[in-house]
């Protein structure tokens, strides 16, 4: 039995590579450390059995910024690899405050790294960005591996630093490291200040849309299970100390996203307001993915046509956990269940 930590696994993206390791990977365990803070939901395992088998599944509230007990869930449950998806993602906030940035997604990973370094484990996964590259110019060459690193925003800079103390790590200390860096992902469960699901949500409630700009900015979307399954690809079978670039091909400005959910929810064009664009908004991403498909021979599964669509019809079905969480309501959740499933 393989014992896999899986930091930030409450979260969207977490969520979606735990549910993907317990239903096709039997043979794993997984230990779940998420803090839950504002963007941790333990509803996105609500319909989960497999979350309710000790055997297969641990959670553990806590914090990737605490060395001890860090260094003791490594140890005291046997790990032998490290995902992490841990971090304070969005770019707004950041820009409001970079401080809880810089703690989680720097001294965080310092500290993670550090317990790996006590704790050996033989692999250690970190789950980065395509912004730490900054912008392209349109019509310019997708971000390789090779790119350098510009980013232009306080979390991407975060996200830029943490992929530099992999680096050091790995070089200084022999830390077992992998790195990948993926585009904007979409699908069930994503955090409703997020592009797409606060634009779907706003849509079905006929709230106005607020797109920065003249909306040209061009992103190169994933679905989030496409993501899910390249991360247990590299996890399993990429090259220790590599960085992996993970995307779809799905480049689209985000006017063409924002009127293909009006379109799909038959919703009127006027509710689209353009709003001061933010600082520093990068015009455009675009993923070369290449290395990971001619080495490890991933290729994505679901088209940005039939993802949307899916991502759409889920919102419109679970209207219970998104309303939770734009009202709040999702919090005294976590009280209740927490109390419940884990005695304290």
Not at 79 to 86: R, S, T
Not at 154 to 179: F, N
Not at 239 to 250: C, D, L, M, P, S
Request: charged content about 25%.
């Amino acid at each position: 039995m393989k014992h896999l930590l899986v930091t930030g696994g409450c979260g969207f993206i977490g969520s979606h590579f735990v549910r993907l390791v317990l239903r096709e990977r039997p043979n794993y365990r997984v230990v779940n450390l998420d803090l839950l803070t504002y963007a941790g939901n333990l509803e996105n395992f609500s319909k989960d059995r497999e979350t309710r088998d000790p055997a297969r599944y641990h959670f553990v509230q806590g914090d990737i910024a605490d060395l001890a007990s860090t260094k003791q869930i490594l140890q005291k449950e046997n790990i032998d690899a490290v995902i992490n998806f841990a971090a304070e993602t969005h770019v707004d906030r950041s820009l409001l405050d970079s401080a809880p940035f810089l703690r989680t997604n720097v001294e965080g990973v310092r500290v993670l790294l550090e317990a790996a370094c006590s704790q050996p484990v033989e692999r250690f996964l970190q789950v980065s960005t395509d912004e730490v590259y900054g912008a392209l110019a349109p019509g310019g060459r997708a971000f390789t591996e090779d790119h350098a690193l510009k980013p232009n925003s306080p979390y991407a800079a975060s996200k830029a630093a943490a992929d530099l103390l992999l680096r050091a790590y790995h070089k200084s200390y022999g830390v077992q490291t992998l790195i990948t860096r993926c585009g904007n992902n979409y699908g069930p469960y994503q955090f409703p200040e997020k592009f797409l699901p606060l634009f779907i949500t706003n849509a079905l409630e006929d709230k106005s849309l607020p797109l920065y700009g003249d909306g040209m900015q061009v992103r190169d979307w994933i679905h989030v299970e496409d993501h899910a399954r390249a991360l247990l690809c590299v996890l399993e079978h990429g090259t220790v100390g590599e960085i992996y670039n993970i995307g779809a091909g799905g480049e689209q400005t985000n006017l063409h996203m924002a009127e293909q959910v009006l379109r799909a929810l038959g919703k009127p064009p006027s509710l689209i307001r353009y709003v001061t664009d933010r600082a520093g908004h990068d015009r455009r991403y675009a993923i070369d993915a290449s290395k990971l498909s001619n080495e490890l021979s991933w290729r994505p599964s679901i088209s940005l046509d039939a993802g949307l669509r899916d991502t759409i019809d889920w919102f419109c079905r679970e209207q219970q956990w998104w309303r939770r969480i734009k009202s709040g309501e999702y919090r005294r959740y976590y009280d209740q269940q927490y109390s419940m499933r884990f005695g304290q």
